[in-house]
């Protein structure tokens, strides 16, 4: 099967993922790749790794976006979005835009519990930086794109790597261990915004079991305590109908960073439901890369 043909199980609801059938892919159209790379090793766990998509015909460095999938910090894989949307275009849409993509893996919770999630995030940034040269990347024009789960780490690294704060405790030393985090703008797709629930009991057992005991860090895993002024500019994009993350978390964190004197923009998407369900998703895509092509590179050609 190819991967554009994968769709979501007939079922409702969805039974539980236990593998997908064989996968083929020709690649990300107009795209120079790297698949694997890995950015960290952790001793007793599994590499981590990212595959990169930069334009295969524009003269470097170009901008980088990087791509983090969503899946309730308990599933996921960096090779796929959300099966309601269609496969690849997310990837093909970066590439014509003249901008590459890194989409990674991150530990999961039944793997490590948090914070090793963001720390892996951030050892991804920290990797594509230190290799930009040779990956034809500009280390210095870096957004940050996440759905869901992908969303709040994509803000807890956009929001701490922009605090010029090396010892946070969200920042970590996986991977090449050091290095600036900060990011030009990012794009963040239905997540959630304060995580107390993970405390209250509301979380369902394993997500509850990745704060490792540390209730602790409860309060540096959500996002609207770590807005400041220095956030760059953030898109917020929320389904009205959203029954997994309420549209008020979204509301809830562009309110805190207006406060904060930061440029955030917020769209609410009238009849749609997590992942944009019950509405054409393309446009979502083409609203979010023009958003990242507008702050990294001045438009999108």
Known sequence: MDIRALRPPDQDP??????????????VAGARSWTGLTYGFVRSFRPMTLDLHVPADVPGPVPLVVWIHGGGWTEGDRRYVPLQWPQQVLFEKVVAA???VATLDYRLLA????????????AAIRYLRRYADE?????????????????????????????????????GSVGV??????VAAAVLFYGPAEMGWLADG????????????DLAVVRDLSPVTQVHPGIPPVLLMHGRDDGMVPATESELLHQALREAG????????????????????????????????????????
């Not at 059938?21 to 690649?27: A, F, K, L, N, V």
């Not at 793997?111 to 951030?122: I, R």
């Not at 990347?137 to 922009?162: K, N, Q, T």
């Not at 509301?202 to 005991?213: K, T």
């Open 14 to 27: 969805w039974p539980v993922f236990t593998h997908h059938p064989p996968i083929s892919s020709e690649g």
């Open 98 to 100: 003249e901008m590459a």
């Open 111 to 122: 793997e490590a519990p948090f914070p090793a999630c963001v720390h892996d995030c951030v």
């Open 135 to 171: 990956l034809s990347l500009d280390p210095h024009r870096v957004g940050i794109w996440g759905e869901s789960a992908g969303a709040h780490l994509a803000s807890l690294v956009a929001f701490v790597g922009s605090q010029q704060d090396d010892g946070h405790r969200l920042l």
């Open 177 to 182: 261990g050091e290095g600036p985090v900060d």
């Open 202 to 213: 509301a979380a369902d057992e394993e997500v509850r079991g990745g704060l490792g005991g």
């Open 262 to 301: 930061v440029d955030s923009t917020l769209e609410i998407i009238d009849g749609a439901d997590h992942c944009f369900i019950g509405t054409p998703i393309e446009p979502h895509l083409d609203r979010a890369v023009a958003f990242l092509g507008q702050h990294l590179q001045g438009s999108v050609s």
